[in-house]
C-alpha cells in the first residue's frame, strides 16, 4: 500500500468517524420522533406515528416558553451588538498601553461562568434597583457576555478596513455622522448580521444564565430542562427535529442568496475585463 493511499484510508475514516460524531445522534434523535413508545427511545420499536407533532402543537406552555425565547433574543440582539460594536470601534481607535487590559477586560465576561454571571446580575440590580427577576434582567445578564462574542467580530472586520477611505471622505468635507453611515457602517454590515445571528442562537440555546435571571419567566432551554426532570416525552424530539429542519432551511437559503450575490458582482468585473 502506498503511502497516498494510506493517506486517503485515514482521511476517509477520520471523516467517518467526525460526522459520525455530529450527526448519529441527531439521527437517533429524529427516528425517536417517529417512534409511537411514550419513551423517546428508538429500541424497542413500538410501530411508526406521527403523534408526537401533534402532542408538540398542542402543548401551549411550550409554544409560551419558545415566545418568551424569541422576545429575549430579539432584546439581546438589539443591547448585544450596539455594544460589542462600540466596544471594537473604540479598540481600533485606541493607541495607547491600555489597549491590550481594555480588550483582556471586554473579553473576560466570555471565561467568566455562566452561573456567576446570572448570580451576580441577580444581585446587582435587586440591590441596587429592586429587580429581582423577568425579562428584562434575562436580556441584561445575556448581553454582558455575549456582547463580547459581537465584538470578537467586528475586531476582526476591522482589521481590514482601510482607515484612509474615512480620511479621505473626512477631507472632502463629511462630518463624523456621515462616514460612520456611509463607509463605515456599509462595511461592517456583513459583521453585524453575521453578529445578530450569533447573539440570537446565543441566547435561545443559554440556560446556565438565565435559570437565575428568569424570574417567573420560562425560555425554551429552561422548559426542556424542566421536562427532562418531570418526565419527558417524545414530543421535546420532534420540537428538536423542527427547530434543525429549521436551521437547515436557514443555511441553504443564505447559501443560495449569497451564490447569488456573488454572481451578480462578477458579472460587472467580468464584463469589464471583456471589453
Do not use: C
Request: cysteine-free; overall charge positive; hydrophobic content about 55%.
Amino acid at each position: 500500500m502506498t503511502a497516498a493511499r494510506l493517506r486517503r484510508l485515514l482521511t476517509g475514516a477520520y471523516l467517518v468517524l467526525f460526522f459520525g460524531y455530529l450527526f448519529l445522534p441527531l439521527g437517533i434523535m429524529a427516528a425517536a420522533t417517529f417512534n409511537s413508545s411514550r419513551f423517546p427511545t428508538v429500541t424497542p420499536w413500538m410501530g411508526f406515528t406521527l403523534s408526537w407533532f401533534q402532542a408538540l402543537w398542542d402543548d401551549q406552555r411550550m409554544w409560551a416558553a419558545l415566545g418568551t425565547s424569541l422576545l429575549v433574543g430579539a432584546g439581546v440582539i438589539a443591547l448585544a451588538v450596539p455594544l460589542g460594536l462600540a466596544a471594537a470601534l473604540l479598540l481600533d481607535r485606541l493607541h495607547s498601553r491600555a489597549k491590550t487590559f481594555l480588550y483582556a477586560l471586554m473579553v473576560s465576561p466570555l471565561l467568566t461562568p455562566g452561573v456567576i454571571v446570572g448570580i451576580s446580575t441577580l444581585v446587582f440590580w435587586r440591590e441596587w434597583f429592586g429587580v429581582s427577576g423577568g425579562l428584562f434582567l434575562t436580556v441584561v445578564a445575556q448581553s454582558s457576555f455575549i456582547a463580547a462574542y459581537a465584538m470578537l467580530l467586528f475586531s476582526a472586520r476591522l482589521e481590514r478596513f482601510d482607515p484612509v477611505l474615512e480620511e479621505a471622505a473626512l477631507d472632502l468635507g463629511a462630518t463624523h455622522g456621515q462616514v460612520f453611515r456611509r463607509i463605515t457602517l456599509p462595511y461592517l454590515m456583513p459583521a453585524i448580521l453575521s453578529a445578530s445571528l450569533l447573539a440570537f442562537l446565543q441566547s435561545f440555546e443559554n440556560y446556565n444564565t438565565t435559570l437565575f435571571v428568569r424570574g417567573l419567566d420560562t425560555t425554551l432551554t429552561v422548559y426542556i430542562a424542566t421536562k427532562v426532570r418531570t418526565g419527558l416525552t417524545p414530543a421535546v424530539n420532534a420540537l428538536s427535529l423542527v427547530l434543525i429542519a429549521l436551521t437547515i432551511l436557514g443555511a441553504v437559503v443564505y447559501e443560495i442568496l449569497r451564490r447569488r450575490e456573488a454572481r451578480r458582482q462578477a458579472g460587472p468585473a467580468e464584463a469589464l475585463e471583456s471589453a
